[in-house]
């Protein structure tokens, strides 16, 4: 068994968006998504560096991704990918290694997740049109808050189209998701330069 067995690992990405931004001076859409064993307590200072390199007034968000991803699987796709590929810029391997992370077959966990942007009263009905779609057997993971509704995420898959065909526009399903954590605004210097 290697070091790595007990760990979990997930993708993370912080994101500043031009609709999140419109109007902000010197603005410019930036991200970043990397591979991280942290869970998003422990992320919270590489969250406020990279807050912390927009301009005045710039929201930032932050992202973290509903399935676990297997490490061994994005091992093996890198050390193929380093063979296949020896002119590789060693400056971008952390988005190598994201985009190996997002492959199908490097989910260690099919979670789903609906993103629901309805009408607050609603989510109590959305919630159990989920809980009766998904079957006796099934259970919701964990629901959170999102800036424009709610995430209501699966432990695993289902048969949908039923759900989202009553549910309509306010509802899409992101059979990969990434959960929102937070957003912040730089309103002054968070960090020294």
């Not at 989510?123 to 049109?129: E, H, K, T």
């Not at 919701?140 to 424009?148: G, K, S, Y």
């Not at 759900?163 to 605004?185: A, I, N, P």
Request: charged share 30%; aromatic share 12%.
């Amino acid at each position: 068994m290697t070091k790595f067995a007990d760990k979990r690992y997930y993708l993370a990405m912080f994101v500043s968006r031009n609709k999140d931004n419109q109007g902000v001076v010197g603005f410019r859409q930036r991200s970043r998504t990397f591979l991280t064993s942290k869970n998003t307590g422990e992320l919270e200072l590489d969250f406020l560096e990279f807050c912390n390199r927009g301009v005045h007034g710039e929201n930032c968000r932050f992202y973290i991704s509903v399935n676990e991803r297997d490490h061994s699987v994005i091992y093996k796709g890198l050390q193929h990918y380093l063979i296949d590929n020896p002119g590789l810029d060693l400056t971008k391997m952390e988005n190598r290694v994201a985009s190996l992370a997002m492959k199908e077959n490097a989910h260690l966990t099919k979670r789903f997740m609906f993103d629901y942007d309805g009408s607050k009263k609603y989510i109590d009905l959305f919630i159990d049109d989920v809980t009766e779609s998904m079957g006796a057997d099934n259970v919701i993971f964990m629901i959170t808050e999102t800036p424009n509704g709610f995430a209501v995420i699966t432990e695993h898959g289902f048969d949908t189209r039923e759900l989202l065909k009553k549910w309509g526009d306010c509802v899409s399903l992101k059979r990969d998701g990434m959960q929102f954590v937070k957003m912040k605004k730089k309103l002054e210097v968070l960090l020294d330069d």
